[in-house]
């Protein structure tokens, strides 16, 4: 059976019967469509590609998936019968409701996966409407996302370069209707009015009521473009930032507080909204100002040096606000960052607040942070308020003196009426985005520094590089090797390990003891490849650990961190995270042999039940450390490394995890950090650190008295 057809059976642990109830159509069109499409991934990929909940899969997430591997999506309205045979694979979602994978022409039928009845059926070409999805490879190096990328915004938006262009297009049409209307208003007063002719008025009311549908039309159509760009954007800028971070070295990452992260996530977010605002719009009117300034001076002749004045008014004042602008968002910014770092702190540390009786103090930090940023956001709304203030003044300011020096004009015979009414009217269309006009500069001001960071970060070196290396071998044997290893985590702190040599072969347990901050989890950090040693070697089954791809060479490694994180979802998939492709069957063994498959299977829901969130915490701690086990067991690896797999529990329960882990490690090396005198008795080896110095290494029969003797005591 192919990788494709096991996924078919069974993308979350059911067989085929079962997924036909249980997966909506888009979700069980997915494999067919693949295959159709020739991909030939493995198991993996496809599930780490699905959605988090793949049973709820919609036509948007069905195309996210396709995009996770590599393969572009292009909707359209057609018929069935208008689809070339040469479009095909294709998805076809018809009016009258389904969902079918169109596979090829076989005479004058079509051979079709039914995603409604989750078969292959041979059916002729219908006439009928409905939604096509052309799917198309995606084009470059399906790795450069790894590379660092200069100027990768700029790239991105010359994906909508069409777009954009037809934007423009919409932009000219729309200042060419509004020099029109001008000439439709002096035809009226001037003409119509004069003549008192019922059927001329006739004529022009029904070109202004053209007019006016004509001008609604095209600004629908502009603003829909603007909407799929932002929704297009968002989605492709979102993915690609989240990606990136993800994928950033834990150098990087570990030492940025929390808040500062979320503050890069939210840069998309505000490129986002910018082009779904009307700031974009009105960047698009700007060149026509001057075509429309133009068409004022055919018309008006010297009244158009008012709006002028008003203009160079406006720009002078643009020029001296900009510095009190720029500092006033600087430090809102600033402040706000800090109090939701403050927020996201508090809240992730509740239950320590509350242990430590420290609400108090909290309280106060958070009044004086929130004082500040009130502070802060007053200032930016009283100098927005005198902008905005100024801004309309200057636009009224300067409709009343181009009034007041056209009624002169007419005065003189200089003017017509009409003339009058057509000029002010182009005037009114002239000076309405100079009320905006200071806003807009200063989101495109935001929008600019947002771009950078998200340029910045996009031209980061990650810690994936597996275009260049080679990942680790599936048949690891486990052999660890650390020669004269060093490592400090910053220039100016102290090391965390100096010269730590030590060897631990195939199926042998290693015990690494000492007190806390000894360097327990820094030595399995490396041998994760979390962090790189300024000096030494670690060699991983005699290859230098430098020469692995760090995401590969953890995707062959067993891991059990002292914290065990849980995700939203079921308990099936939190432990399906160290295996994306495994069965029921594979979780279901990993599960009895952490010891706490008949604890599920008592759950109302069984591996269904909903865990990650607040109700997390009610689970037992026994509980929740044998589920961590049993990822560790579901990816079958060579390697095992434990981080303190005991902490929290009682010793009966700790005796218990040293059985499980010791009738395990026939098939696996196991590295593993602990202080617990039943963990120790089943090693093979015990590495003892002090201040991340080697103090000792020997079998648990020489460690254990002379380490537990002191703590006893």
Known sequence: MTALAVATDN????????????????????????????????????AEALPHFPQQTELIELINTMANLKYEGREVLGRMTDIDPRQMPCLFIPEDGGTQVLIGALGNDLLVYDGREGIYTQVPARPVMGRVVFFTVMRGNASSFLLPQAEWFRKVLERFRSIFLQAFVLSLILSGLAMLSPLMVTLIYDNVLSSRSMETLLWVGTGMALFVLADAGFRMLRSYLFQYVSVRLGNLVGNEVLRRLLYLPPSLTETTNLGAQVSRVRD??????????????????LPFI?????????????????????IALFVIFVLATRPVIQRTNAAAAQTGSERQSFIIEMLSSLRAIKLASAARLWTQRH???SAEAAVAGYEVASVNALVNAFSNGLVVASAVATMAVGVQKVFTGEMTPGTLMAAMALVWRILTPLGTGLSVFTQVGRILRSVEQVD???????????????????HMRGNVLFSNVSIRYAPDAPPALVGISFTTNTNEMTAIIGHDGAGKSTVLKLALGLYTPQA???????????????????????????????????????IRLANPAADVREIEEACRLAGVLDQIMALPAGFETKIGDHNVAQLPLALRRRLGLARVFLRKSRLMVLDEPEVGLSLDDQADFARIIDAVREDATVLMATNSQPMIECADNVLWLENGRMRLWDTPRQVIPSFLLPLRV
């Open 268 to 285: 998309f977010e505000n490129i986002r909204e910018f082009f779904a605002g009307a700031a974009v719009t009105i960047l698009f009117d």
């Open 536 to 574: 030494g070697r670690i060699l991983i089954d005699n290859i230098n650990l430098r020469q692995f791809d760090p995401v590969q060479l953890r995707r062959q490694i067993a891991y059990m961190p002292k914290n065990t994180h849980f995700f939203f979802g079921t308990i099936a998939q939190n």
């Open 11 to 46: 993308v979350d642990g059911r067989h085929q019967d079962d997924a036909k109830a249980t997966y909506s159509e888009f979700a069980r069109c997915i494999v067919p469509l693949l295959d159709a499409l020739g991909w030939r991934g493995d198991r993996t990929r496809l």
């Open 456 to 474: 910045r970060l996009m031209n980061m070196r990650l810690e994936s590089r597996d275009e260049t290396l080679a990942g680790a071998s599936s």
């Open 290 to 310: 001057i075509l429309l300034l133009l068409a004022l001076i055919v018309i008006g002749g010297s009244l158009a040096y008012v709006p002028l004045v008003g």
């Open 367 to 369: 009044r004086t942070l």
